[in-house]
Antibody, heavy 120, light 108 residues
Framework: QVQLQESGPGLVKPSETLSLTCSVSGYSISSGYFWGWIRQPPGKGLEWIGSINHRGPINYNPSLKSRVTISVDTSKNEFSLTVSSLTAADTAMYYC?????????????WGQGIFVTVSS | SYVLTQPPSVSVAPGQTASITCGGNNIETKSVHWYQQKPGQAPVLVIYYDRDRPSGIPERFSGSNSGNTATLTISRVEAGDEADYYCQVWDGSSDHCVFGAGTKVTVL
């Protein structure tokens, strides 16, 4: 059974860069699907950040594109997210997830999430 | 960017039917997916491609999509269905995923 697990710092300072990693078990990233990140500020809704396929297509939320990078490491079976120029508005629960390949990409597996606070 | 509109809240008595709408311009031309999120938990996919149920999701959950509105219907509502529900589509014009703002379902 596929499982996703986020890892990274829980506290980051404003203006710095956040780096998160999602480790995947029970499925090889290079076998397919899209792998991505979604975040949720406290008390608010879901915001899609972006996704990547092992063959390379990467899609980003236009509102975050200038500050976000998603990459994949098939040798470690993990993928990563970096968000630069952090502000308090980036404080959120960050989820990594798997989306079904195809035009509409329903998200069928989610990690448990990691809460990141941006504060000095 | 494509916008999805959901009512902030829906209240329903146990055993009754809850209908959660997701409005969007000509949304019937898109495939709509629905997620259930209980407090402190990650979202769970409950309906995909408008009306299909993933394995393990009760038949009480159903979906439809017509015109400018997609609907998630929960029949014979139980206390355990109390959660936030989000609709989602893929915006092909800019190649990104869009979520609705979410609907909180309260079981009275």
């Amino acid at each position: 059974q596929v499982q996703l697990q986020e890892s990274g710092p829980g506290l980051v300072k404003p203006s710095e860069t956040l780096s998160l990693t999602c480790s995947v078990s029970g499925y090889s990233i290079s076998s397919g699907y899209f792998w991505g990140w979604i975040r949720q500020p406290p008390g608010k809704g879901l915001e899609w950040i972006g996704s990547i396929n092992h063959r390379g297509p990467i899609n980003y939320n236009p509102s975050l594109k200038s500050r976000v990078t998603i990459s994949v490491d098939t040798s470690k079976n993990e993928f990563s997210l970096t968000v630069s120029s952090l502000t308090a508005a980036d404080t959120a629960m960050y989820y990594c997830a798997r989306a079904i390949t195809g035009g509409t990409r329903p998200i069928d597996k989610w990690g448990q999430g990691i809460f990141v606070t941006v504060s000095s | 960017s494509y916008v999805l509109t959901q009512p902030p809240s829906v209240s329903v008595a146990p055993g009754q039917t809850a209908s959660i709408t997701c409005g969007g311009n000509n949304i019937e031309t898109k495939s709509v997916h629905w997620y259930q999120q209980k407090p402190g938990q990650a979202p769970v996919l409950v309906i995909y491609y408008d009306r299909d149920r993933p394995s393990g999701i009760p038949e009480r959950f159903s979906g439809s999509n017509s015109g400018n509105t997609a609907t998630l219907t929960i029949s014979r509502v139980e206390a355990g269905d109390e959660a936030d529900y989000y609709c989602q589509v893929w915006d092909g014009s800019s190649d990104h995923c869009v979520f609705g703002a979410g609907t909180k379902v309260t079981v009275l």
